[in-house]
């Protein structure tokens, strides 16, 4: 097996680098695109999930901060900020850890998996929790960036959607084209303005016929895109996409109208019982936000869009052990026994 690639010289044709950009690289992409077994049967489809949760902190956001922090140190910055509902704050830490700049991290109190606070923790970034929203968070970090030397590393870096665009690549490489659909979770709306950016730019340049429909699902109580106006107070179950003003909402209207898809919402009922799914039946551990995807799909194909014989993609945006705590919530607890053999066997019906 060769030394990891990464993205930046996997798709180095596709990506703003020049002679002075340094190939950086913590093993960010090449993510695995795994075939369902079950969830697939229900509706008749070709059903894959893109396991984000693989990359080097567990989620998405890897693949645009290498561009980011990339080109952050071609231009000689010292250090970088973010606001974040967690994944990006991790991702910022690590590659700033990792490639010498200070990392500044603004999220809102308590609003943050517990998993995602331990990375930017270890990863040695200086983290500061607001009494506030993402979206408040996103507005200072904005000003504090006009202010003072930092580069800003959220999606409003235009090289972060460059870097998330590789996966919608990775799909198309792997499948011999696009999907019919793609389902994905939309929250400050990037990673759909990436993709759709990604598919067109592959179907530019000859290496896929189609493009897919691009079907983004926000949280019920924070879905401005479908409601059409900013959420003051956005409030979901999945932190992660807990956003009320997304910064790239005219990108993810464009997605969808151009791709002749949808942005619509999914309660948090639905999204924890598709989280279920995915883990029982599918063996595979999203986190709550990356569950919206898999909700989506069972709420569209329930409503009456027909996935039959489609081939269809869902992306697994983040792991599952990036929030233990809504994990372990509402589980039984483990059943305490002595070591012994044969109150086990009884306690397992194994008698
Ligand atoms: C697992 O980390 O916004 O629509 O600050 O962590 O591109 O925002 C995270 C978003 C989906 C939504 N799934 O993607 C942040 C942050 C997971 C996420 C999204 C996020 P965007």
Known sequence: MAVTKGVLERYREFLPITAKTPMITLGEGDTPLVRSRQIEKEFGCELYFKLEGCNPTGS??????????????????RAIICASTGNTSASAAAYGAGFGLSTFVIVPQGGIALGKMAQAVVYGARIIAIDGSFD????????????????????INPYRLEGQKTAAFEIVDALGDAP???FIPVGNAGNITAYWRGFVEYHGAGKAKSTPRMMGFQAEGSAPIVQGKVIEEPKTIASAIRIG???????????????????????????????????????????????????GLIKVARQGISLKGKKVVCIITGAGLKDPDTAIKDAEPPIELAAELSAIEQALDLS
Do not use: C
């Not at 890897?62 to 561009?67: F, K, N, P």
């Not at 507005?139 to 959220?154: E, I, M």
């Not at 209207?253 to 029982?280: C, K, N």
């Open 180 to 182: 019919d659909y793609l």
């Open 245 to 295: 003003n997304p910064a790239s909402w005219e990108g993810a209207v464009a997605a969808r109208d151009e791709s002749g898809g949808l942005i619509d919402l999914v309660t948090d009922d639905e999204i924890l019982s598709a989280y279920r799914l995915l883990a029982r039946e599918e063996g595979i551990f999203g986190e709550p936000a990356s569950a919206a995807s898999v909700a």
């Open 60 to 77: 998405f956001k890897d693949r645009g901060m290498v561009v980011a922090v990339a080109k952050a140190v071609e231009g000689g910055s």
């Open 136 to 155: 408040q968070a996103l507005s200072l970090v904005r000003t504090l960036s006009q202010k003072h030397p930092v580069t800003v590393v959220n999606s």
